[in-house]
């Protein structure tokens, strides 16, 4: 009986497939390979997979297609990996639902630290009581943060902010998302406000707010919050 | 050859700059009646200096695309060497000799990387408008450069400090963090030294200043005298000044087209880059 989390990775580079297929193995995982659109679309159907590594440049059919037909029967979380580092492709992608965004070229433990977050999202199993990361602490129940053992106050925006992050840690969430979560559906476009907020935020929790240790930023695209240790 | 002509090009633009402050000053002693004309002419001359900062725009572009594309063959020759050596002989190679090829291999593929990234970030320059220049908050920029920097070189230490207001500043940020990445790259391959590095954020009036210092052996006067200039040409530059020299020249790129200012010298302790953005509305070049 085989129990490994199985990943398929539709990519068509047989290099880069050779690769990542080495990397996860040896992380644990069981990969299948799709070098094509449509050979994924069907692995995806008959093999259930975990989660997918969709790289968006494939000769058959654009990738957004894939992660459109995809998206159109399975909430299997779906990882992208591309060599485009634009933006507005990276935002048009996880608005689009893909889970996370990965830049080629990636480092090895980039790419397995993005798998586990996805994962852990996807089983649930994200919404733990507590979060912790090196000196912070979040209690989700008692809405109560410390950080080095001393307690930080943030305004109720910035507590719902802080704690939609931790609740995703280790994942991006764009703009766009994380405005509908807090401010609602009718949220302005513009992301000033938001930006703001989290530079208050970087104030009382990080040492220092342009080498933060807790809240990274992906200019143009969002923020993606430490992994979570006690996931 | 090339040099010459770049100067001579430079003359033309400075005596034809001469000339034209020369009409107008003339205009201007004519008086009120010839006013109409004064503004006509400040125009003119408005217009002259663009296309000059243009044409210098213009310039560093080419001999940038000419001296990345050539180093692009040194990196490449390196993987390819040292890979095709690992293949042919992997059975007579003791283990030190492969990890070396292998740990080549890695090191040629990290400056590729660097390239490349210096190649994409120019044909940014050039698309460069009000729809990739938004308001940005500074420390996001920077900490972002920084956390690239930490994943590529974990060992590498910089220290930053920023004001404590929250700054927004009109630009292109995946450019600026080019600059940065390029000046703490430059830092940690050509000072010589493990102090950790300096980054400086500095509030103005009218614009933001940023520094970025090291406590090594300082630049030398070669690549100094190249930036100054209003079109440094990067291949005219000699082995390790010109490696050195690129992505340098790109960050001077970089922040002209910015409206910035971009100079480096070199303090009792090392060497400093001193950059600056202007505030208020972006227009491009």
New interface residues.
Partial sequence: MNARIRILLIEDNKNTCSYISALLDKNGYAVTTALTGREGLSLAASLCPNLILLDLGLPDMDGFQVLEQLRGWSHVPILIVSACNEEQEKVAALDSGADDYITKPFYPNELTARIRAALRHSRGSAHSQVYKALDLEIDFDKRIIHLAGRRVHLTQIEYQLLSLLAENAGRVLTYNTILRRIWGPYAEENNQILRVNMANIRRKIEQNPAQPQYVFTEVGVGYRMRENENG | MRKKQLDSLHHMEHSARRGLCTALCAAAAAGGILASRYVSRRAERARAERMSQETALEKIHESLMRAVSHDLRTPLSGIMGNSLLYLENHETLNQEERLQLVSHIHED?GWL?NIVENL?AMTRIRDMDSTRT????V??????A??KMK?RHPGFE?H???P?Q?IMLPMD??LI?QVLINLLENALRHSGSKEPVD?I?EDGESHVTFTVRDYGCGISEETLSHLSRNAPDACTLSGVHRKNCIGLVICKAIISAHHGSFTGRNHSHGAEFIFTLPKGAFEPK
């Fill in positions: 593929s990387i994409l938004r308001e940005e908050i420390e996001e920029v920077l900490g972002e920084l956390q994943m910089v930053a400090a920023i404590d929250i940020a995946l963090e980054v954020v």
